[in-house]
């Protein structure tokens, strides 16, 4: 057979080139159309997903877009699969959080370090224990660590569950600097949620609403309504009551488990509109 006719056949087994944006973006990346592409397209997808609906850092998005494989394994194993550990320690119940206690207080009489302090702090605030949580946290407010913006967050958190409002805001007020990014939308919804216990109506409003569709609970859907009825403002309220049970609808079973406190009053407050 020619050289040219072999040549040809090799030609016509390729497949065609795939068309349209995402193999546009796969050859200008320089990513074949294999079946590896497509898994890290879709990683890829998910990764920008996760950063857009969880309130990460839009930096993120560019490292993961311009930067295919490297970018979404980064922020896989950076940001995904820990918060997948943090999600599961989430779901502890109070007998092991007593544990984890007498454990860091151990722990802290052999090697006092601030570590183990956050470590306390952060176990008494599952606990509901504040006064000690607060002792904690403001014990690692010392030298080098005095503006450290994580204890400050536990100091705020510990105020909050004790009622002083004020200390709670001088708090978390002081962990909004450039250079401390992390629980951000966390940190601004509960700076609403002083502001609202502070009945600083319109401050608190604007943040629920910047928020509520960050974080990774309908908390502040829920404390988003509960306002706008307080200021009576019905039917916005009854629309952000609506938008929680559109959420429940697409929850897991365990976010479903995790949420219930709010689609419950939602549904509660939605049947008692309906009267």
Known sequence: MPLFQIMLGQAEAQPAAPQGLFSTYLALMGIGSSIMSFVFLVLTVYCIVHVIRNGHDYWWIFLIFFMPMVGSLVYFFAVILPNAGAY?????????????????????????????????????????????????????????????????????????????????????????????RDYLNERLLLKAKILDEQDKNEEALALYADVEN?????????????????????????????????????????????????????KRKLALKAK
């Open 88 to 180: 599961k320690y989430h779901h502890k119940n109070d007998r092991d959080y007593k544990k984890d206690l007498m454990r860091l207080e151990g722990k802290l009489q052999q090697v006092d370090t601030i570590a183990t302090r956050i470590e306390l702090g952060e176990t008494c605030l599952k606990l509901a224990m504040y006064e000690k949580a607060r002792d904690y946290f403001n014990s690692c407010l010392k030298g080098a660590y005095a503006n450290d913006a994580y204890s400050l967050y536990g100091v705020s958190q510990a105020e909050f569950g004790l009622g002083r409002f004020d200390d709670a805001l001088s708090a978390i007020d002081r962990t909004f600097t450039d250079s401390y």
């Open 214 to 266: 960050k974080v990774s609970t309908q908390e502040a859907y829920g404390r988003h309504a509960l306002l706008l009825e307080k200021m009576g403002k019905d039917k916005d309220a009854e629309l952000v009551f609506r938008t929680i049970l559109t959420n429940s609808s697409v929850m897991s079973s365990a976010a479903l488990k995790r949420e219930k406190q709010w689609i419950d009053m939602a």
